[in-house]
Nanobody, 117 residues
Framework: VQLQAFGGGLVQPGGSLRLSCAASGSIFSITHMRWYRQAPGKQRELVAAITSGGSTNYVGSAKGRFTISRDNAKNAVYLQMNSLKPEDTAVYYC????????????WGRGTLVTVSS
C-alpha cells in the first residue's frame, strides 16, 4: 500500500491551494484519513481529519480556512486551503488507517507548501 500526496507549491499570502492524496495497492477499506504538516524546526502536527462517513475535525488555525474531503471510490483525500498565511508554510503529509491483509496506519511522502510574497 502506498500513499502519494501532491499539489504543493509556492503561493502568495491570501492565496489558495488544493492538496490531493491517493492510496493505492491491495486495499480492503480505509477508515480515518488525515492531513498533517511539519514546519521547519517544529514538530509534525495534525491539521485535519475525516472519517469514512465524512465527519471532519480541524485543529487550530485550519478551522475556517481549510476544508478536508475524500472520495472513497478513489481512495483519495483532499485538503482545500484558502486564505493562506506565511505560517502555513510546511511539508504536508497525508495519513490513513487502511485495512489490507492487516490493519495499519500508512503515511505518504510529504508535499511542500510555501506561502510567501
Amino acid at each position: 500500500v502506498q500513499l502519494q500526496a501532491f499539489g504543493g507549491g509556492l503561493v502568495q499570502p491570501g492565496g489558495s491551494l488544493r492538496l490531493s492524496c491517493a492510496a493505492s495497492g491491495s486495499i480492503f477499506s480505509i477508515t480515518h484519513m488525515r492531513w498533517y504538516r511539519q514546519a521547519p524546526g517544529k514538530q509534525r502536527e495534525l491539521v485535519a481529519a475525516i472519517t469514512s462517513g465524512g465527519s471532519t475535525n480541524y485543529v487550530g488555525s485550519a478551522k475556517g480556512r481549510f476544508t478536508i474531503s475524500r472520495d472513497n471510490a478513489k481512495n483519495a483525500v483532499y485538503l482545500q486551503m484558502n486564505s493562506l498565511k506565511p505560517e502555513d508554510t510546511a511539508v504536508y503529509y497525508c495519513n490513513a488507517d487502511i485495512r489490507t491483509s492487516y490493519s495499519g496506519t500508512f503515511w505518504g511522502r510529504g508535499t511542500l507548501v510555501t506561502v510567501s510574497s
